[in-house]
């Protein structure tokens, strides 16, 4: 299985993104797909997900209510729209797939079997 992330660039604060997650090499609607982000210094954090058996989702905190996380399984592709990007969204941003599971274990990064290269979003004026 290989994940393809995309999207990343330079942006000012207040600006959109929109992230995609291309997966291949097996059936990507069988699969739940997270978005996880690192930046400089810190863990790798969660940011959010959806499952494949009812396209329910999550976020963390940080994400609610700028975020939206969507899925494309005729083209293999998971979308991670950011609206109101602040400084602090700087990070690399991963994608990430596992086996269909619950929502509740769906932040728990030890839990995704596959993961994309990653995508470096910067936030700055």
């Known amino acids: 299985v290989q994940l393809q992330a995309s999207g990343g660039g330079l942006v000012q604060p207040g600006d959109s993104l929109r992230l995609s997650c291309t997966i291949s090499?097996?059936?990507?609607?069988?699969?739940?797909v997270g978005w996880f982000r690192q930046a400089p210094q810190k863990e790798r954090e969660f940011v959010a997900a959806?499952?494949?058996?009812?396209?329910?989702?999550a976020f963390s905190d940080a994400a609610r209510g700028r975020f939206t996380i969507s899925r494309d399984n005729a083209r293999n592709t998971t979308y991670l729209q950011m609206n109101s990007l602040k400084p602090e969204d700087t990070a690399i941003y991963y994608c990430?797939?596992?086996?269909?599971?619950?929502?509740?274990?769906?932040?728990?990064?030890?839990?995704?079997?596959?993961w994309g290269q990653g995508t470096l979003v910067t936030v700055s004026s």
């Open positions: 990430a797939a596992r086996n269909r599971g619950t929502l509740s274990s769906i932040r728990d990064n030890t839990r995704y079997t596959y």
């Open positions: 090499g097996r059936t990507f609607s069988s699969l739940d």
């Open positions: 959806v499952r494949w058996t009812d396209r329910s989702t």
